[in-house]
């Protein structure tokens, strides 16, 4: 007995010795360290770092060890001497795989895209998305419209199964001119993203619209190291000028602006005439402790003509080259200005809150020409799409620890408002004429969202139920009507997560994902249709693992599946968006990074998918353009001297581009080179896409169409061409 109450009375001592511990993670020049890992030891407790460095972490007792990380510092441990709020410097370091820990989150995967960024910055908006493992692009309107993106089977055209947002600020277009969804982000200046936030599948409380494939968050800069000036000068007279400049960089507030300018030809036989201006702007200001408010403002504009997609008969038959035209007066200009502000507070130890408020001003001009004299045989089938469009929104946060469970929770709303005006299709001649509209009027679409998201922590488990909940106002002024009305529809839908976790160490996690997301339907469709097939939903899980099996390799597998309700599919000339079925999708996503010697780093990603129609006979149930296999590998080299290289290579399979699969859609291998040298505050770069100098075509589909000295249309590939070998250099100056 008196050993029992021995034993008890040091339990409870060592219970109730252990308190909880304040701190702050900085850098050697003093500017707080975000997303930090701080990591005990002793009990196996761990936080992070918040957007001021600060931490909080409980059951900490003297004598503890604790381990300090971040993938751009060294490793550090600190034993506690006593309980009083401390502050922990980290040594600036080259990147490595051995810094890195697997945290207990639900989006652990990141950190694979943490080391990309790092090792292999992006140098151009195309390569953004592309730091996505397994999200493959293509451009096919002379650079000025957003990327057509595949990712996990889908042909996700411009962002219909991807939510895509730029610090919170969404990017997708609901109810778009040209496309559901519609995603540009050539507003974002490659130099200022700091990390990519990313995740696949539905399984995001606090992603709604769009979120069934997977989401994307890029998060730019909050401060500049140094100034930057950067030229790059290309074949097809392409020219980039860059500049970023710190206003004020202290550890209360900081500033910076950011502007860039690109112009190209292009290396089509038709000049693109290709011009972009890109201006932003960002400041935070620490008021106190606990307050922080920031604005990011910025504007962008582009101008573009375009070749446009061509049939594979005329290029066979020598009417034109590969980058030849059949009507290149395609083309567009479009423009956005951006306006976020945010305001954080710390409420208490265990709680907080993050709020957004934004303005958006958008226009888009966009003419193409899919069939040439199809419909048409005296003027052609040129359309116009356009649209002035202004959206205002907020979200609002809130996080609080639990006090009696080791865990948190989250609550947050949203709401969000597209108002856009004279949203047109037209039929057009020349880019001069209209000769009649096909659509024309104004749409008001008002999205409400709320969730609610809970993590408990059960040892080495941690579970994550969540709901969220999403309501949709649709309006619709159809401006060729001789009577005003006001047709609306609205619904609501529900849909719950539910994701387990095992971090046996710091090593390894082992997860189960699940969960329901949705996509929306076009506005025009859905007043058309009397509110049938508004939000059709996905279901879908993740079964994986992110492992380090030896300090420097970190790998990623999983098996998936996915089924949504109703797929969409986006007819441009004709302004629907047409439901086309059930679907499943299953695959399997594998990635490794490897760091074989100091600073030479080997990345695979390989995504294997099997989509179908569930509604259809076998045989004729292939989805058109699904990627049923994407292959992305390459090496990176970054020496303490200030030679820097990589070599990247990315494959995709021949794909079913019709339901029966007797069209194909070539696959291709491109391979691209970056090398250079950094002489003190001076860099010298090359960048070659396309090293070997590869016939691919870039984006394809099977398209019917009529040439104009043709009597019947032929049904068959149309692509565009992709970049032939594409070298520029690069000189940087750091002051």
């Known amino acids: 007995m008196k050993y029992l109450f021995t034993i008890c009375s040091l339990l409870f001592i060592q219970h109730f010795s252990a308190q909880t511990l304040k701190g702050k993670i900085i850098s050697q020049n003093d500017i707080p360290i975000i997303e930090a890992h701080i990591y005990n030891s002793s009990d196996k407790h761990h936080t992070h770092s918040n957007d001021r460095g600060a931490f909080i972490l409980h059951h900490v007792k003297v004598g503890d060890t604790l381990i300090v990380s971040h993938i751009n510092y060294k490793k550090k441990q600190v034993i506690i001497n006593d309980l009083k709020p401390i502050t922990i410097t980290l040594e600036e370091n080259l990147v490595s795989l051995e810094e890195i820990t697997i945290a207990k989150k639900l989006n652990a995967l990141n950190v694979i895209a943490d080391v990309d960024i790092q090792v292999s910055p992006v140098n151009s908006s195309q390569e953004i998305l592309q730091k996505v493992p397994g999200l493959f692009i293509g451009q096919h309107a002379g650079g000025g419209k957003a990327e057509q993106i595949f990712l996990r089977g889908f042909d996700i055209d411009h962002g219909t199964d991807i939510t895509i947002t730029a610090d919170g600020l969404p990017v997708n277009m609901v109810s778009h001119a040209h496309g559901q969804g519609y995603a540009d982000l050539h507003f974002v200046i490659p130099e200022t993203v700091d990390k990519i936030d990313f995740g696949k599948g539905a399984y995001y409380a606090d992603k709604g619209n769009f979120n069934t494939a997977g989401y994307v968050n890029f998060k730019t800069k909050e401060r500049l190291s140094n100034n930057l ?14 500049g970023m400049f710190n206003i004020m960089n202290n550890n209360k507030q900081s500033a910076y602006i950011a502007s860039e300018y690109i112009l190209t030809d292009g290396y089509f036989e038709s000049s693109q005439n290709f011009n972009r201006l890109n201006i932003f702007g960002k400041y935070s200001l620490n008021v106190t402790d606990n307050d922080k408010v920031g604005l990011t403002v910025s504007h962008f504009t582009s101008k573009w003509d375009a070749s446009g997609q061509i049939p594979q008969r005329a290029v066979d038959s020598g009417l034109i080259t590969r980058f030849g035209a059949i009507d290149d007066t395609e083309g567009g200009s479009t423009s956005r200005t951006n306006a976020l502000l945010t305001y954080d507070k710390i409420i208490s130890e ?13 226009d ?54 597209d108002r856009s005006f004279g949203n047109e299709l037209a039929n057009t001649v020349n880019r001069r004429q209209t000769l009649n509209r096909i659509q024309f009027g104004d749409i008001n679409e008002t999205n409400l969202g709320s969730y609610v998201s809970a993590n408990f922590n059960f040892g080495k488990f941690t579970i994550n139920p969540a709901l969220r909940l999403d309501y949709f106002n649709f309006q619709y002024n159809d401006n060729l009507q001789t009577n005003y009305e006001t047709q609306s529809e609205t619904a609501s839908v529900v849909s719950p997560k539910l994701n387990i976790f095992y971090n046996h160490n ?21 007043v058309a249709q009397n509110g049938n097939t508004i939000l059709p939903a996905s279901y879908g899980f993740d079964a ?141 770069g090359v960048q070659v896409k396309n090293l070997f100098d590869t016939e691919w075509n870039e984006t394809q589909f099977a398209t019917e169409s009529r040439l104009q000295n043709e009597v019947n249309s032929v049904e068959e590939i149309h692509f565009t061409p992709g970049t032939p070998f594409f070298l520029t250099g690069t000189i940087s100056v750091r002051f």
């Not at 000036?229 to 860059?242: A, E, P, S």
């Open 350 to 362: 265990n709680a907080s809150i993050k709020n957004k408020v934004f303005y958006n001003r958008y």
């Open 229 to 242: 000036l950067k030229l790059d000068v290309g074949q097809f007279n392409t020219k980039r000028l860059l």
């Open 364 to 417: 888009f001009e966009l003419f193409s020409n899919f069939t040439f004299f199809l419909d048409d045989p005296v003027n052609g089938d040129q359309i116009k799409q356009k649209e002035t469009r202004r959206i205002f929104g907020a979200t609002s946060d809130y996080k609080q620890n639990f006090t009696s469970l080791d865990g948190s929770f989250s609550v947050g709303i949203s709401l969000r408002n």
């Open 506 to 526: 710091d090593n390894t996690q082992f997860y189960l994902k699940t969960g329901k997301g949705f996509h929306s339907n076009d506005t025009r469709v859905v």
């Open 544 to 684: 994986g693992i992110i492992w380090k099996p030896i300090p420097k390799i970190l790998i990623n597998t999983a098996y998936w599946y996915l089924f949504l309700e109703q797929e969409f599919v986006y007819v441009g000339d004709a302004g629907i968006v047409e439901p086309s079925g059930k679907t499943n999708r299953q695959g399997i996503d594998f990635s490794l990074r490897y760091e074989p010697i100091d600073q030479l780093y080997f990345n695979f990603d390989a995504n294997y998918t099997h989509a179908r129609a569930s509604e259809e006979l076998k045989g004729q149930d292939f989805i058109p353009l699904a990627p049923d296999f994407t292959l992305t590998s390459g090496l990176s080299y970054k020496s303490k001297s200030g030679f820097f290289g990589s070599a990247q290579l990315r494959h995709i399979k021949d794909r079913p581009a019709n339901e029966d699969n007797s069209i194909v859609a070539e696959g291709y291998t491109v391979t691209d080179l970056n090398v250079g040298y950094e002489f003190k505050n001076i860099t010298f």
